[in-house]
């Protein structure tokens, strides 16, 4: 078939050294849901090493043949397109601040015999950023440089070393064939009533879903796995209509999405619920009105029916045997809250905003120092009896790891500088997505609502302090990017 269409038309094999960091990307990207969300240690010095070892063989300087190019004979140097990429500037200077941060602490942890402790004040350079000296295996700066280091080197690699739209589409579909498979177990889990993780890791079994130990998290991730499948079902879809072709695998990337979707549904997250649906109803408009305001030619719509047919009759029967009315009766709960003001997590997350606020304007410029959210809010947190000792002043203190709310967060750790950094990051690669017409393409457009969905989850809850979620998500936005960029070459 190829010989009969010429070679033009033929397509041709991916170069090695861009074969090799596909899959080293892939596993990166699979590894982190995989590995109870990345939350551990252990998982993160792997996730460092697999980032900094796919980020070296993306700057290999490679030498293409007739067999991988048809241009001819060439030597492509790959060091240009990164200095010219301002997410690596960008992220290298946010790198250098945290790294200063923990250099340069202001305070340090002291533990007391009966496991309490308190923080003595330090020497340190006072017109430089501040950090907290506290352990390193429980959080500060250093663990979040390298969280943070794992998602800079992963994106800079992507952008620098995938040079084909195969394979950007390939990265995406190991990250939605592993979500779907995951997906699955999350099932397997919910339907025989574990209460653990994988059937042999203790974990909490009101909170986690599949081997991702948050069901917040879990909903985010999801989310993601949801929008891709449908970028890449859409485009398979849109490509096999216009080539007239029997096949597709429009159909399976449809099936994953639905799986994922149904896995948000059952994770009982709330926000992550809320979304998908808005998500969905959204998608659904914009793909009906793109089906029927597009040439016909090729088009079997019966099918499209048929398979939207399946698909509710799935969902209804998944409905029954899965109990979605929890999830109906949790989001008519969380609205009940907001409505009234009062009780349950809303107000607690409300209060803890307010606490994290008043954390941050202490130290608004250079922040508290990354990492250091947990060990200095106490000190602010008391100020709120409802979010310090909800049984009374005699009762145990709450705890808070993370303010559930990153933006705030955000700016509580690392200031106005640091949140100056990240708005910076943002821009650039929104501004890499839109500028080659990303958003006038349905698949992209479709990638980039996942990706908003994360944003707007983030302001009630912590998503981007999830190393699965975050690396997931500066995937999706390089990919995207990326993607748009190339479907311009052709």
Same mark, same amino acid.
């Given at each position: 078939?190829?010989?009969?269409?010429?070679?033009?038309?033929?397509?041709?094999?991916?170069?090695?050294?861009?074969?090799?960091?596909?899959?080293?990307?892939?596993?990166?990207?699979?590894?982190?849901?995989?590995?109870?969300?990345?939350?551990?240690?252990?998982?993160?010095?792997?996730?460092?090493?697999?980032?900094?070892?796919?980020?070296?063989?993306?700057?290999?300087?490679?030498?293409?043949?007739?067999?991988?190019?048809?241009?001819?004979?060439?030597?492509?140097?790959?060091?240009?397109?990164?200095?010219?990429?301002?997410?690596?500037?960008?992220?290298?200077?946010?790198?250098?601040?945290?790294?200063?941060?923990?250099?340069?602490?202001?305070?340090?942890?002291?533990?007391?015999?009966?496991?309490?402790?308190?923080?003595?004040?330090?020497?340190?350079?006072?017109?430089?950023?501040?950090?907290?000296?506290?352990?390193?295996?429980?959080?500060?700066?250093?663990?979040?440089?390298?969280?943070?280091?794992?998602?800079?080197?992963?994106?800079?690699?992507?952008?620098?070393?995938?040079? &084909?739209? =195969? *394979? #950007?589409?390939? @990265? !995406?579909?190991? %990250?939605?064939?592993?979500?779907?498979? +995951? /997906?699955?177990?999350?099932?397997?889990?919910?339907?025989?009533?574990?209460?653990?993780?994988?059937?042999?890791?203790?974990?909490?079994?009101?909170?986690?879903?599949?081997?991702?130990?948050?069901?917040?998290?879990?909903?985010?991730?999801?989310?993601?796995?949801?929008?891709?499948?449908?970028?890449?079902?859409?485009?398979?879809?849109?490509?096999?209509?216009?080539?007239?072709?029997?096949?597709?695998?429009?159909?399976?990337?449809?099936?994953?999405?639905?799986?994922?979707?149904?896995?948000?549904?059952?994770?009982?997250?709330?926000?992550?619920?809320?979304?998908?649906?808005?998500?969905?109803?959204?998608?659904?408009?914009?793909?009906?009105?793109?089906?029927?305001?597009?040439?016909?030619?090729? &088009?079997? =719509? *019966? #099918?499209?029916? @048929? !398979?939207?047919? %399946?698909?509710?009759?799935?969902?209804? +029967? /998944?409905?029954?045997?899965?109990?979605?009315?929890?999830?109906?009766?949790?989001?008519?709960?969380?609205?009940?809250?907001?409505?009234?003001?009062?009780?349950?997590?809303?107000?607690?997350?409300?209060?803890?905003?307010?606490?994290?606020?008043?954390?941050?304007?202490?130290?608004?410029?250079?922040?508290?120092?990354?990492?250091?959210?947990?060990?200095?809010?106490?000190?602010?947190?008391?100020?709120?009896?409802?979010?310090?000792?909800?049984?009374?002043?005699?009762?145990?203190?709450?705890?808070?790891?993370?303010?559930?709310?990153?933006?705030?967060?955000?700016?509580?750790?690392?200031?106005?500088?640091?949140?100056?950094?990240?708005?910076?990051?943002?821009?650039?690669?929104?501004?890499?997505?839109?500028?080659?017409?990303?958003?006038?393409?349905?698949?992209?457009?479709?990638?980039?609502?996942?990706? +908003?969905?994360?944003?707007?989850?983030?302001?009630?809850?912590?998503?981007?302090?999830?190393?699965?979620?975050?690396?997931?998500?500066?995937?999706?936005?390089?990919?995207?990017?990326?993607?748009?960029?190339?479907?311009?070459?052709?």
């Amino acid at each position: 078939m190829s010989h009969f269409r010429g070679d033009a038309r033929a397509p041709l094999p991916l170069h090695p050294l861009e074969k090799a960091l596909v899959i080293i990307a892939g596993t990166q990207l699979v590894f982190m849901p995989w590995a109870l969300g990345t939350m551990h240690l252990w998982s993160q010095l792997i996730v460092l090493g697999l980032a900094a070892l796919g980020f070296s063989i993306a700057l290999i300087p490679r030498h293409y043949t007739s067999d991988y190019a048809r241009e001819g004979e060439f030597r492509l140097l790959m060091w240009p397109k990164l200095v010219r990429f301002p997410i690596f500037w960008l992220g290298l200077a946010l790198m250098v601040y945290i790294t200063i941060q923990a250099l340069n602490p202001s305070y340090g942890y002291v533990q007391f015999p009966n496991g309490s402790y308190t923080f003595r004040s330090l020497d340190h350079v006072t017109w430089l950023p501040t950090g907290i000296e506290a352990p390193f295996a429980q959080m500060n700066a250093w663990r979040m440089l390298i969280i943070y280091a794992g998602a800079w080197l992963l994106a800079c690699s992507l952008w620098v070393g995938l040079t &084909r739209r =195969n *394979a #950007v589409q390939a @990265v !995406l579909a190991t %990250v939605v064939i592993s979500g779907a498979v +995951l /997906g699955l177990v999350a099932i397997l889990q919910r339907v025989t009533g574990t209460s653990d993780i994988l059937w042999f890791i203790k974990g909490k079994p009101s909170y986690f879903v599949g081997t991702i130990i948050y069901k917040n998290h879990a909903g985010a991730y999801f989310n993601l796995v949801v929008t891709m499948a449908a970028a890449l079902g859409l485009w398979h879809y849109h490509r096999s209509s216009r080539r007239h072709a029997r096949n597709s695998p429009a159909p399976v990337f449809a099936f994953c999405g639905l799986i994922a979707g149904v896995v948000v549904l059952i994770s009982y997250s709330r926000a992550a619920t809320f979304l998908l649906l808005a998500f969905s109803l959204i998608g659904l408009i914009v793909f009906f009105v793109w089906l029927f305001s597009s040439a016909k030619e090729g &088009r079997n =719509n *019966a #099918v499209v029916f @048929v !398979l939207c047919g %399946v698909f509710v009759v799935f969902v209804g +029967l /998944g409905a029954y045997f899965l109990k979605f009315d929890r999830t109906i009766d949790r989001l008519g709960n969380a609205f009940a809250q907001v409505q009234s003001g009062e009780g349950g997590s809303y107000t607690s997350r409300q209060l803890a905003a307010h606490a994290t606020w008043d954390m941050a304007q202490a130290q608004l410029t250079t922040g508290w120092g990354a990492g250091g959210f947990r060990w200095m809010f106490p000190a602010y947190q008391q100020h709120y009896p409802a979010i310090y000792r909800p049984h009374g002043p005699n009762g145990p203190m709450m705890f808070w790891e993370y303010a559930h709310n990153d933006y705030l967060q955000g700016i509580a750790e690392l200031g106005i500088i640091g949140a100056v950094l990240g708005l910076a990051l943002l821009a650039a690669g929104a501004i890499n997505l839109i500028r080659p017409g990303g958003l006038t393409r349905p698949p992209i457009l479709l990638l980039a609502g996942g990706l +908003l969905m994360t944003l707007a989850h983030s302001s009630i809850d912590f998503n981007f302090y999830n190393p699965a979620v975050l690396c997931t998500w500066v995937a999706a936005l390089v990919l995207a990017g990326r993607w748009a960029e190339l479907e311009n070459r052709r």
